[in-house]
């Protein structure tokens, strides 16, 4: 299997954060970048496990049922059931819980690695916002007179102004082409 490697490993200058927004989304990446190195690893114990635990019942149940009998004699009607038992509970059972375990994670991603680009884009408006003040007079934002009291400075306002305009932004579908 691929091995994932994480782009931080490299030693260039191009891997350093730009922004403490960057920053953040470099670290999610990261955490995501270990959870696939997770999975990967995860497959790969498992085969090794059903090598080693799966492999010689299977083998043990086949030299069983190979073994040649006498042709007075036939198996016995509860065999077959017997043998379905076994190959149910040593094979299709841990297969069937690693595989619901694998699509679980796959349903996951898909939410994460959304999560993790929502964030970044609603981050890089609100660190854009403060580095550039203009960027928000066309954002038509309104407070109360409730918040205006219940914030402790005006510079709190200011920040979840700016957090309300990152989010609609990302709520309104995000940058266009």
């Given at each position: 299997m691929d091995e994932i490697k994480s782009a931080s490993a490299h030693s260039d200058d191009s891997s350093k954060p730009r922004t403490p927004v960057y920053a953040t989304f470099d670290s999610n990446t990261d955490k995501l970048l270990h959870l696939l190195q997770f999975k990967v690893r995860g497959s790969e114990?498992?085969?090794e496990e059903l090598k080693r635990v799966i492999d010689p019942k299977v083998t043990a149940l086949c030299t069983e049922i190979a073994?040649?009998?006498s042709s007075s004699s036939s198996l016995p009607a509860s065999q077959p059931t017997e043998i379905e038992q076994r190959l149910?509970?040593?094979v299709v059972a841990p297969i069937h819980e690693f595989v619901n375990g694998w699509l679980t994670l796959n349903q996951w991603l898909p939410v994460i690695i959304v999560t993790i680009v929502e964030t970044y884009l609603k981050d890089v408006r609100v660190f854009q916002a403060q580095i550039d003040p203009a960027a928000m007079e066309s954002?038509?934002?309104k407070v109360t007179y409730a918040e205006v009291l219940q914030a402790q400075s005006?510079?709190?306002l200011l920040i979840e102004m700016q957090g309300r305009w990152a989010k609609?932004?990302?709520d309104d579908g995000g940058p266009t082409r």
């Open positions: 114990h498992f085969v073994q040649p009998r149910s509970s040593d954002s038509d934002q005006i510079n709190d609609n932004f990302v």
